[in-house]
């Protein structure tokens, strides 16, 4: 966010949105530390002339594997979404669907000419959701162009709490402060992925939901590193800034740039009308970028 709380803060979590390990990628990066999203860990992928073949049954523990032609790619989608939207989906489905759902839209974003295709193989509900992700993933794209960071950032990847303990907070900050949880949980995806990042921004941001010492003790209350505090200071703080009545205005405030409004937006609106998509979005990882490729900073990582 870079706004009286914090500049130059880790907004790239979701910056690469939409972008494989391709050229694609490593054209649109902050010089600063940031979470790169949906990059795919196979950057030299190009398509093929036959469809991927898609396994009945992944195995859930393995790294998603995106197709290299539409077909498969939308064969791999619509499993996916499947299992976002089975209430019955194991942790292992679901975890599995929504990094597979990340990598999906950052193929997509690699081939353009491939979407038409794919998302005409999808239900009514994810082809929406994929296109708002989509959308919201190549506003976060447009905010900062630059060369790939040279080192890597000081950061520690944990693993954020269970699904349905994150959307107790959203809820609660909710119905103390008016602010859509939607609007939380995508601020939330797009500043730490669902809080896995754990390190101060270049600004010292912290927390979840990113908050410079200043800002935090004009509207924080507890632990900053708190993922209910966090949240319910972020909605705090809109509130402040005019939501829920002005959303654009609230979110502006949390980060002056029209683009990221247009990103925090998008990923809500996505929620708002498929509560479901939250389910998809909390698997999402943290890929950074890198001069040998993107990599993946799963939960454990630190900076070696």
Not at 36 to 52: C, K, N
Not at 241 to 263: E, F, K, Q
Request: hydrophobic share 45%; proline share 11%; charged share 15%.
């Amino acid at each position: 966010m870079q706004h009286p709380r914090r500049a130059g803060a880790i907004v790239l979590a979701l910056l690469l949105a939409g972008c494989s390990g391709s050229t694609a990628a490593t054209t649109a990066v902050l010089p600063v530390a940031v979470a790169s999203p949906t990059v795919s860990p196979s950057p030299s992928a190009q398509p093929t002339v036959s469809p991927t073949p898609v396994p009945t049954k992944p195995p859930w523990d393995a790294l998603p594997d995106p197709a290299n032609d539409p077909a498969g790619l939308a064969a791999q989608l619509v499993m996916a979404e499947g299992f976002i939207r089975d209430p019955n989906a194991s942790a292992g489905q679901l975890a599995w669907a929504g990094h597979m759902e990340q990598l999906g839209i950052a193929r997509l974003a690699d081939f353009p000419d491939w979407t038409d295709a794919v998302l005409a193989a999808l239900p009514a509900e994810p082809q929406a959701a994929i296109a708002g992700s989509m959308e919201a993933g190549k506003q976060l794209r447009l905010m900062h162009a630059g060369p790939i960071p040279k080192s890597l950032p000081d950061w520690h990847i944990v693993q954020p709490p269970p699904i349905e303990e994150l959307m107790g907070y959203y809820k609660e900050a909710e119905a103390k402060y008016g602010v859509g949880w939607y609007f939380l949980a995508s601020i939330n995806l797009i500043e730490t992925r669902m809080g896995r990042i754990r390190g101060d921004s270049v600004a010292g941001a912290q927390g979840p939901m990113q908050f410079i010492p200043s800002t935090w003790a004009a509207y924080g209350q507890g632990d900053v590193n708190s993922y209910r505090d966090s949240i319910l200071a972020a909605a705090r703080y809109l509130k402040a800034a005019g939501a829920p009545g002005n959303m654009p205005a609230a979110i502006l405030a949390y980060n002056h740039d029209t683009r990221y409004v247009a990103a925090v937006t998008g990923y809500a609106d996505v929620m708002k009308a498929d509560p479901n998509a939250y389910r998809g979005y909390y698997g999402w990882q943290v890929y950074y970028p890198t001069t040998d490729g993107p990599i993946l900073m799963a939960p454990g990582w630190t900076k070696p």
